[in-house]
T-cell receptor, first 112, second 115 residues
Framework: GNSVTQMEGPVTLSEEAFLTINCTYTATGYPSLFWYVQYPGEGLQLLLKATKADDKGSNKGFEATYRKETTSFHLEKGSVQVSDSAVYFCALGSGAGNMLTFGGGTRLMVKP | GAVVSQHPSWVICKSGTSVKIECRSLDFQATTMFWYRQFPKQSLMLMATSNEGSKATYEQGVEKDKFLINHASLTLSTLTVTSAHPEDSSFYIC???????????FGPGTRLTVT
């Protein structure tokens, strides 16, 4: 079956530090990959996506590259801000039913 | 981007009563909507998949008679928690998928507290 594994948090960084949140997956076929962000008390927002191998998704300074050879989709940002503090979820879509499989989430805390 | 609304954003009810939560896709038609439950500091747990005009598909362990889902139109799905108990207190989130894609757009969530 499909599964997503992402690094456990919390990840605590100082403002302007470099961010990497690891995400690896197991899936049949060729999944679509997503990163979602959840701010406290809110639903999830789509941050970026990639639908085929070697695609790079990017948004708001965040990037992730679909690496089929390593089955990974790591999230990166060159310089984090306090406002980036949130929980980040890696997800994949594959198979019938349009369902997504989510990772466990990684809480990011950015200190001034 | 696609917008999904959810109402109410929070609700407090007494044990034994029923609560209805609405999920609407505001600017696109969603043939498929999803209902999730999220416990504090945990990931989302898929409860059911709701397809317009047909019965919802529930995940294993989710009581379909307790969590009634209706998807009467392409822009509206409802979740009714029947005979609520304190253990049903949780954050409920809906999402709608763009037709033909895995891309889901999420509502802001509903916090249910059963006293």
């Amino acid at each position: 079956g499909n599964s997503v594994t992402q690094m456990e948090g919390p990840v605590t960084l100082s403002e302007e530090a470099f961010l990497t949140i690891n995400c690896t997956y197991t899936a049949t076929g060729y999944p679509s990959l997503f990163w979602y962000v959840q701010y406290p008390g809110e639903g999830l927002q789509l941050l970026l996506k990639a639908t085929k191998a070697d695609d790079k998704g990017s948004n708001k300074g965040f990037e992730a590259t679909y690496r089929k050879e390593t089955t990974s989709f790591h999230l990166e940002k060159g310089s984090v801000q306090v406002s980036d503090s949130a929980v980040y979820f890696c997800a994949l879509g594959s198979g019938a039913g349009n369902m997504l499989t989510f990772g466990g989430g990684t809480r990011l805390m950015v200190k001034p | 981007g696609a917008v999904v609304s959810q109402h109410p954003s929070w609700v407090i009810c007494k044990s034994g009563t029923s609560v209805k939560i609405e999920c609407r896709s505001l600017d696109f038609q969603a043939t498929t909507m999803f209902w999730y439950r999220q416990f504090p500091k945990q990931s989302l747990m898929l409860m059911a998949t709701s397809n317009e005009g047909s019965k919802a598909t529930y995940e294993q362990g989710v009581e379909k008679d307790k969590f009634l889902i209706n998807h009467a139109s392409l822009t509206l799905s409802t979740l009714t928690v029947t005979s609520a108990h304190p253990e049903d207190s949780s954050f409920y989130i809906c999402s709608a998928s763009l037709p033909g894609t895995y891309e889901q757009y999420f509502g802001p969530g509903t916090r249910l507290t059963v006293t």
